[in-house]
């Protein structure tokens, strides 16, 4: 496997949970510049003990990062199965009208982050 490969990947399931670069080198547990090198292939896979904090705070295994091949998540993805019908709609529609979409739900899901983290 390619480094590009792998950093492909990488960069798709960051942006797949919704985090931007530097919250999820926080939440890895690895330095910002660290994750950089890997996202844009500038450094060959990381370290095994990095590898598997990278894997672990997307909830993703270690041999699904580095080949691909397995697809299952390690989290409990149950309170999410009501959205099935959803997203295999949202994946027929073109880019053009799912852009919008995104931006309508994720502006939706702030406004609600909000309200919560106004009521802690």
């Given at each position: 496997m390619s480094k590009s490969e792998f950093s492909e990947r990488l960069r798709s399931e960051i942006e797949y949970i919704g985090l931007n670069q530097k919250e999820f080198a926080a939440k890895?547990?690895?330095?910002?510049?660290?994750?950089?090198?890997?996202?844009?292939?500038?450094?060959s896979m990381p370290p095994?003990?990095?590898?598997?904090?990278?894997?672990?705070?997307?909830?993703?295994s270690v041999e699904y990062l580095v080949t691909g091949k397995e697809t299952r998540r390690t989290v409990d993805i149950s309170g999410y199965l009501r959205f099935?019908?959803?997203?295999?709609?949202l994946a027929l529609l073109p880019d053009g009208i799912l852009g919008p979409v995104k931006?309508?739900?994720?502006?939706?899901?702030n406004n609600e982050r909000g309200k919560k983290s106004k009521k802690s």
């Open positions: 890895a547990g690895i330095k910002k510049r660290a994750l950089d090198a890997y996202l844009w292939a500038q450094q095994a003990d990095v590898a598997v904090k990278i894997a672990s705070a997307l909830g993703l099935r019908d959803l997203l295999d709609d931006a309508m739900i994720k502006t939706a899901a």
